[in-house]
């Protein structure tokens, strides 16, 4: 059994770690940590953990040593602490985003500031296993990927890297949960104003943009040119991208199959999903809440050279917690699916 | 490993036992039958179990022996096809209604009725384990129970038991998702329609009222009265019941804690949800959304001898197919939690 | 043209005052004030009212004359501020919790706090116009009601009022949607948590009580007694309360239709919903969103003495600032219906 | 005042058209058929309407003459009726797709069948009063743009007509309510499956995409290329459409501010939402709910040549009765708010 604690346990993604470590077989969660609610049990913000565990909240100075830490912090927190916190265990995993960028000028550009600590970026892998596995085995930190990034990344990857893209220019509209904003309450997250809601909080320049320019291969020898734009729903849980880009006029769809299978037919959480009829024949988010599945869709355009590609994932499990617990069940070499077997309900 | 087959697993509760089933360790789903799909796989109507079988629908013609049936057919189908249904299988789970009432009279008048088969009443035993386990142990064809009566009746059966209610009537108010209605489209079901609704759809005379006039203890010497209405809301899974009922002006709020830990105490699916503070101070259907657990609460008004009693449960697993696995695991011997860990979500 | 300026215009109940008196053809409104804003177009916060008005907050430190003097304020600073505002204006018109309660005993065993100028309370009407017109029409400032308590009140007056209730006890369960907690955020109206939710807020205790102790009348010389929980909904506006309540055996349908007849006949928002079938036979707050009506239903329970009623409403409009402009239309003589005249929308 | 009867009006927009035309002080509603309900009173399916008028719904075999007959049928029905109808009214308004397309060739291509009656085609204006005045106040019958092409048309025609985009490419991203499917229930609109769905129901050639290859003005001399993908979300009314293209590097926000300014200074129903901070900085489709606005929004990227464009409406007004019921006004010379100036209520 691997020791793990959770520095920073009492916000949604940290949460959400706590959840699924729980139930892991191989993990041990050893101490949670939050300054503001130390020495309260996890229950009082998890209340779905009610009953499952008698877990309260440390500070972080009473952190003890342990094999892995997940870090839960604001963005810039472990830039800062990552002396303490790499002290305490052999594997960080960052799911903030201090650590996604190697490239600092990059970082400095989407973030709005330098990097504070340039020198740590080379220590962190991108814990995206579809498209990082055997750098996610070989070693060192790992760093969870933006949630928009993940199912953009993941659902677009085989198409670049394959080659079947025609143009280095893609052009994604994701549609993302309330849930993924934090869970500090705020004016644009006060219920009456955000429910019903289909907001563009986003429409340029966000920032998951920096990680697919960093990850996306190149199309044909250019550099991918990657336009984003995001909108807040109404929901909780679950993004939606949908993603455009050209093919040569012949490329047919069974051609993005062949591509899809050839790089995902193993991935243990990658579904192709794509019916001929059916209200279900795309991807949907609600389909995949509480799972680390990443469902996969892509429509071929007749009468233009235009593909769209549709990606769906649980932004706090396979777009964050659930993913890093995928890539340490790879690092240990556990089964790949452990403790991220849930199946998704429907109807929700 | 015990052989389950799932008659009508095409609707809502069919489907839930099937995802149930399908990662309990000590049960394997032999056959699912649908009239009108049968041939195609169960992910034609059940997405969330893409990637996670190959199950295909058949006809109940084709129905093989197996040890337990679960039931998901319409109203009255099971009454009129228990012969067929009871040659295949050691036990009958039947999520329906047809056999909930065990008086055929009290059936008649709920039901608007007769009971077309009242000899076979006395061969189910209803399956809500709290208030029923010894005679879930011992023996029967199994009847699952309304998804209101279930809440209700959970959440209310220590307090008539105990003797501490002083009247015999409790006014409950049910509040319920729309999966509760099914999977069959109609007017009143349809999104534009039912979205943001709240809707009373049942006033009086709602069904589930005569299970709890069958399995409420009397209290004080008393027949319960119960007066039930129900509402719909804009939510597709779970149920609130609110009950307000009396107690003596000296009964406190910590001899009702006493109560329920006396009957609850040792209860697996049991949690008295109770906080001084809080949002999280009472039950909540979302917090259980996809498990088996019943979230009970209660307040006892000062200066008057009101009690309001709280109940919340996922419709479709502690108010169907989850309780009834429940009392398959009793009666096995299974560990009782077996195939029905799942935490909930949070947030969600 | 009466001038109406609005202290504290910022928050939902002034923001909705100022959308109805902006398109009332008898009234100008003059100035809007908030601390926090002044300077700021209203705009800034009541999005819906871009490109009909060039308003902007004032401080209420520069607050002039008036004939009409809305106060949309905190609980509890009207009744410190009454000398201030009186000064500017002949009525005003208060849409907090103030001045709606008479007895300044009910008012501090309600409120928790002695109220802290009680000689003030006979100066003011309380604003329902159906069991209160004359007053209205006869003078004194306006206090709008609670909104749970002009929903049950107002469904509930006749049947008080005319005897047919048999028993002085009444069970009240209002669901309610968040735009009732106005405009602060906090946790518990933080979107993840409150989105999907239901949950029991106040199952005991609410203060609304008191408005319904007061206002409705003796059953049969018994005063009343109210039992009222209250539970959150997801939406973001209406109510709906289901009451129960016990009538003698003989009553029939025809009786209370006949009672409602008699008080309500006349009424200009008031709608006696009871289709015999339909998915709308039943009052539902959707369909009276951003109206000012009230729709009443109900059903008598056959095999028992029970009858349930049924009343909904937007908490904003007839629970709030409609329902006083209403009550301003009769002291000024104005069509009843003046300025309120929005259909609602469906579906929606 | 003119008469207007309305075929069809137990639909949504036929419903909405009804709504909007009772309360416009112009016209008067003369008939409404519905062969389904014939005899029934309209507040059998339009709820809102209770107390507010007294029609019943005719058969249209009893349709009489009238000034203005707008008509809500399925796809198809109106070109094989003209005749019919348009002996009965000067004006017809046609809510339907049948005479959008001018073009029988594009028609054919986008709805899968040639038109039965290419020889009306010219004899219908189509009704988007922003790219069209002149010619729909010239005369002929109206044709009612299509939810989506209206939102995506308005918000970028002055782009194009301006000659400010670079290229004819254009990538629309519709995000649209469950209304704009229609009253009738089916498996995709059933609650449990749509309630919080984001759920991609036509990615690539969407019907409404051949209005726009219509009505866009080529950009520097080249044909528009429209690549429209439209998801369904889980709220009831609302259209959101995020458009991408490209400009100049050159091209400021300022110039692109002055091109709408110089288009669409003085149009009634146009808004430019553009703040600098507040969550209301963009266009947002609950803001607009139940009004004729359209409220259009932009963002210009730094550091490429992207231009992101926001259009909100409610599909069922200004997508739909709202925008026909504004050309009526053109066409009669009546003020061209008349009717139309319900504000939009916030929150909601």
New interface residues.
């Given amino acids: 059994m691997k020791e793990v604690s959770i520095i920073g346990a009492s916000g ?1 993604t940290g ?1 959400e770690a706590l ?1 699924l470590l ?2 892991h077989p191989e993990f041990t969660v050893k101490q949670v940590t939050s300054e503001r609610l130390a020495g309260k049990p996890v229950t ?1 913000v ?7 565990t008698e877990l309260k909240f440390s500070s972080s100075a009473e952190l003890e040593p342990c094999d892995v830490l997940f870090i839960g912090l604001p963005h810039g927190k472990s830039q800062s602490r990552f002396e303490e916190f790499s002290s305490k265990a052999e594997i960080l995993c960052d799911l903030g985003s201090d650590f996604r960028i190697p490239n600092p000028e990059r970082y400095a ?1 989407y973030y709005g500031e330098p990097h504070r600590a340039p020198e740590l970026l080379p220590l962190f892998t991108y814990a995206v296993p579809e498209v990082n596995r055997e750098q996610i085995r070989s070693g060192g930190h790992l760093s969870g990927a933006g949630c928009i990034a993940t199912c953009s990344l993941t659902s677009l990857y085989p198409l670049f890297a394959s080659g079947i893209v025609r143009e280095q220019r893609v ?1 994604i ?1 994701a ?1 993302i ?3 993924a904003s934090g ?19 986003k ?3 966000h920032r998951h943009t920096a990680e697919l320019l960093t990850y996306l291969p190149e199309a044909n020898g250019l550099a991918p ?1 990657v ?1 984003l ?1 995001a ?1 807040a ?6 993004i ?1 991208t ?1 993603a ?1 880009l050209f093919v040569e006029a012949s490329v047919t769809e069974a051609d993005i199959w062949g591509v899809y299978r050839e790089y995902y037919g193993q991935e243990p959480f990658v ?1 192709i ?1 794509k ?1 001929r009829r ?3 024949r ?6 995949v ?3 680390n ?1 990443i ?1 996969i ?1 892509f ?6 050279d ?1 593909l ?1 590609v ?1 990606g ?1 994932i649980d932004n706090l499990v396979k777009g964050s917690a659930g993913n890093v617990i995928q890539a340490l069940n790879i690092r240990y070499g556990f089964p790949e699916r452990l403790g991220l ?8």
């Avoid at 998890?46 to 499952?52: A, D, V």
Wanted: one cysteine or more; a neutral charge; aromatic letters at 8%.
């Fill in positions: 949604y949460g959840r729980l139930s009082t998890h209340p779905n953990l009610r009953g499952l550009e052009f509209d549609k949960g309330s849930s869970a500090t309450p705020g004016a644009a997250s006060h219920h009456p104003e955000r429910a019903g809601c289909l907001r563009s909080f429409p340029t320049a040119e336009y734009s909108t729903t109404a929901e909780v849980r679950g939606l949908t455009q579904r999903v019916d059916s209200m279900y795309y991807p949907e988010p609600k389909i809440k509480g799972t599945f469902d869709g429509e071929r355009e007749s009468g233009t235009r769209v549709l769906a077997e849930f199946a998704g309900l429907h109807p929700v």
